[in-house]
């Protein structure tokens, strides 16, 4: 009891990110700390999202398509109040508020890699179904074949929707940001994300896929399926 106690003062003198530690579990574990951060309904998935960078509300909502305006203020407000997230307005001629991670947000990457390959080793797991074109970027990044990777060279865009990206393999990492796709060795265009994962991760062939949703390789299309083979599921353990 007097650990108790003195814990619960040293803790209440400390910063205000801890002074929401102990509303859920009463526990001084991080695991529980972590919970009490992100745990709600649809906040890890707003995390997730920001990866790449800032985005407006209504990017967001695209993005999450079956969240509710409400709720995803809810999530937003508690993740800022959190630390987790921060908002600003961007300069003129735009003037739009935005959403972008802060430091300790974007920390959370890892939990995000891990607990999406933990789950990808389920085989009530399903990689045919709809997702965002962030998550694909971040599964890519998580489901990578470093060796492999680490023998590939080339630049290869992606633009889904009106959403571009250009990931740049260096050594056994894979980089990808938000950019234009000019210049690029390969180019995927597709509708949405999960187009493109079902060539990378559900094994459908590619030329089904251009012939049926809209999908084109352009570029050098060797190259772009080479780098599509450096990505796959971990086999089940459950």
Request: glycine content about 8%.
């Amino acid at each position: 009891m007097t650990l108790h106690k003195v814990t619960k003062n040293a803790t209440s003198r400390g910063s205000s990110a801890v002074t929401g530690h102990g509303r859920w579990y009463n526990d001084a574990c991080g695991t529980a700390f972590g919970l009490e951060v992100i745990g709600e309904r649809w906040a890890l998935l707003v995390v997730r999202e920001l990866m790449l960078g800032a985005r407006r509300f209504s990017d967001l909502r695209a993005s999450l398509p079956d969240i509710s305006a409400r709720v995803l203020t809810e999530r937003l407000q508690a993740l800022e109040a959190a630390g987790v997230l921060a908002r600003r307005t961007l300069p003129p001629p735009g003037k739009a508020q935005v959403y972008e991670l802060t430091a300790w947000g974007l920390a959370a990457e890892p939990l995000i890699q891990e607990l999406g390959r933990w789950a990808a080793q389920s085989t009530a797991h399903d990689p045919r179904l709809p997702l965002s074109a962030v998550s694909l970027m971040l599964s890519m990044r998580t489901m990578l074949d470093r060796d492999a990777c680490a023998a590939f060279t080339g630049r290869i865009g992606f633009v889904i929707g009106e959403e571009s990206f250009l990931a740049e393999p260096q050594g056994r990492e894979l980089p990808i940001r938000r950019a234009e796709v000019d210049g690029t060795d390969a180019v995927f265009r597709a509708p949405s994300a999960d187009v493109i994962a079902a060539g990378i991760y559900a094994g459908v062939p590619w030329e089904e896929l251009e012939a049926a949703t809209g999908l084109a390789i352009t570029g050098d299309r060797a190259r772009a399926l080479r780098f599509a083979s450096l990505f796959s599921l971990p086999p089940p353990l459950a």
